[in-house]
């Protein structure tokens, strides 16, 4: 019988029809499979049908959903300017001192309690985006899409229930319970912003993302006016109730106030634990192009379906996965790693002067005796004045720059795009801070100065989101693969939030250097330098219009999903490549009586002794 050659080629491994090793780094190890070229083609086909989605009813869903959970966030944080001034008059410096009550107009919390009640939430945040972020690279954004906000609620009704204690006092309860919430609204940063952005089509998306945080300013413009409304309704108590009336009468507004922060939230909450996982999540990370397909069925709003091949589904494939190495060699590269550093920055920047501004916009107004109450008056009207005054003011804030400052990013973001406008808006605040800053005393002697004070005041807050409090929400969403995603928006979010913590702290220890309020117009100073040094950050981030997010990821796409090797094809068993003993072909001793080699069970192979002629299984003959 003629001579058969067994090979290597011969009992290469089946699956996928493998043709080369795989390459789990990412590059292309070399011609693809027909199987894994289809489901790598079955993959852009989704993505792309994404990208290419008509504007629906899901969008607005999802705008909704998201929005809903940044109103509720924005009301809780900034809510506690209002607040404050509440709980300094109860809880204040020589609170249940005084029995007549004369100084309660004058009483504020002291530097401590200030600091505490206002760096507690964004410490929470911070801690609550790094956590929820990588949660939500791990586990999936649905799956903890809405822990978040029943985190926000449960803290939000724990603050209207502080009362003090022995040991504890009311601050010291709020505090805590701030800090609670804080870590709930932190995980609505990189979630929301990553569900709005893997969800939307590329021509879309900036106006999808901006429509989401643009919910933002509806929630600070709502903290003022339920404010507002709230002291009005109270307004008989101040001017006749007696004194210990006048306390029960504002220990009411500020448990109100807070508590409304609720309501949002609890409407949103069962449509966020309803939302389906997004596409690329399901494709990229769990690895289910059916799943991908059915969850994509939501979004298109014409009669165009797409069939998944069953058997190619059912391959045994591998795609990039978040790993430590693979995180590393990731950002290791410098392309990816200063966009991580920008887009981390300029949010830090940016909120340097935003929560420096917003959440001491009371002390500010007040500084420059904008709405102050006028003199001789009892001490329960004087208390009225005060909070109506600032309430009003803080109104006034909000719907002069806020809220247009969010819509006008949401109508520009897909015309001109992300960087431009982050460009624009920190160079303008640059130009801003540096006048209120320079011409602060001047502006503050006289009642024309203060109010071009104000009207600067309303500029910095409409550049700030017709700016880079806008984009730095976006672009972490966009500019990073599916598997990191959250984890880097969380980053870049949490950067912010450390920026806000460290404005908290510097205003507070700032402010009164020289004397009350002495130390404004400098504050305003170094909130100029932050905003130029956001400029030269933006530097390093892309620009994310009409580009889609395989794209900006910085990835090759082509050869994203890649074959995994089968174990050996049942008929050959257990046999492995291990070496054996063979005699010479012209050998003499050939006698079937002394085999060289024993095959017991399926356990493995003994090797006979004696010999040193050994090959291995690609060498091997048979010969009859």
């Not at 693809?32 to 869903?61: C, G, M, T, Y």
């Not at 790693?337 to 949010?347: E, Q, R």
């Not at 117009?521 to 130029?532: N, R, S, V, W, Y």
Request: glycine share 10%.
């Amino acid at each position: 019988m003629a001579a058969i050659s067994m090979s290597g080629e011969n009992i290469k491994a089946r699956t996928l029809d493998v043709a080369s090793p795989v390459d789990h780094a990412g590059k292309n190890p070399g011609p693809q499979s027909p199987a894994v070229h289809r489901l790598n083609e079955n993959r852009r086909a989704l993505l792309a049908q994404i990208d290419n989605a008509k504007f629906s009813w899901f969008h607005v869903k999802v705008a909704f959903v998201s929005g809903a959970g940044f109103f509720t966030d924005a009301y809780d944080i900034f809510a506690i300017n209002i607040v404050s001034v509440m709980l300094g008059f109860l809880y204040g410096a020589g609170a249940g001192v005084d029995a007549s009550f004369s100084d309660l107009p004058k009483r504020t919390l002291n530097t401590a309690q200030e600091i505490g009640i206002k760096i507690a939430t964004p410490a929470g945040v911070l801690i609550g985006q790094l956590l929820f972020g990588w949660l939500g690279d791990v586990l999936g954004r649905k799956r903890i899409y809405g822990m978040e906000l029943m985190l926000i609620m449960v803290a939000t009704f724990g603050q209207t229930l502080c009362a003090p204690s022995v040991t504890v006092s009311v601050i010291g309860v709020l505090i805590f319970w701030r800090f609670i919430m804080g870590v709930g609204i932190g995980g609505d940063y990189p979630i929301s912003a990553v569900i709005s952005s893997e969800f939307s089509s590329v021509h879309i998306r900036g106006r999808v993302m901006a429509a989401v945080f643009a919910n933002q300013g509806w929630g600070q413009l709502s903290a003022t006016l339920f404010s507002f409304i709230i002291v009005s309704a109270y307004k008989h108590s101040f001017m006749n109730d007696d004194p210990s009336g006048v306390l029960h009468s504002l220990d009411q507004i500020w448990r109100l106030v807070i508590g409304l922060g609720c309501i949002p939230g609890a409407i949103a909450l069962y449509f966020r634990l309803t939302i389906p996982e997004t596409p690329r999540f399901t494709i990229d990370i769990e690895r289910n192009i059916q799943m991908a397909e059915r969850d994509l069925s939501v979004l298109l709003v014409d009669s165009e379906t797409y069939t998944v091949d069953a058997d190619a589904v059912d391959q045994r494939v591998v795609a990039r996965q978040a790993t430590k190495l693979d995180f590393r060699s990731y950002f290791a590269k410098w392309s990816n790693m200063k966009i991580l550093i920008g887009t981390a920055y300029s949010w830090f920047a940016l909120d340097i002067a935003f929560y420096g501004l917003g959440l001491n916009s009371s002390i500010i107004l007040s500084a420059i005796g904008f709405g102050s109450p006028k003199k001789g008056l009892a001490p329960g009207a004087s208390v009225y004045q005060s909070l109506h005054n600032a309430s009003l003011g803080n109104l006034v804030l909000s719907l002069a720059g806020l809220v247009p400052g969010y819509w006008a990013s949401f109508y520009f973001i897909d015309r001109w795009g992300r960087k431009p406008i982050q460009f624009m808006g920190f160079a303008a605040l640059t130009v801003l801070f540096v006048v209120m800053g320079v011409a602060y005393n001047k502006m503050n002697a006289s009642p024309g100065g203060r109010a071009g004070f104000v009207v600067l005041y309303c500029f910095a807050n409409f550049f700030q989101n017709f700016g880079p409090n806008t984009t730095t929400f976006i672009v972490p969403g966009e500019v990073f693969p599916t598997r990191y995603r959250a984890t880097a928006h969380g980053i870049s979010a949490a950067s912010g939030k450390f920026g806000a913590v460290v404005a908290q702290l510097a205003f507070q220890w700032l402010k009164d250097v020289g004397g009350p309020n002495k130390f404004l117009d400098h504050i305003l100073e170094i909130f100029a330098f932050f905003m130029f040094t956001g400029i030269l950050s933006t530097m390093l981030i892309p620009e994310t219009n009409q580009k889609t997010l395989e794209v900006l990821s910085n990835e090759s796409q082509d050869d994203f999903i890649q074959p995994v090797p089968a174990p050996p094809s049942s008929y050959l068993g257990d046999f492995q490549n291990t070496p054996i003993r063979l005699h010479p072909l012209g050998s003499t001793n050939n006698s079937p009586t002394s085999p060289p080699v024993t095959f017991p069970g399926r356990g493995g192979r003994k090797v006979a002794s004696g010999s040193s002629g050994f090959t291995n299984m690609s060498d091997l003959s048979i010969v009859s």
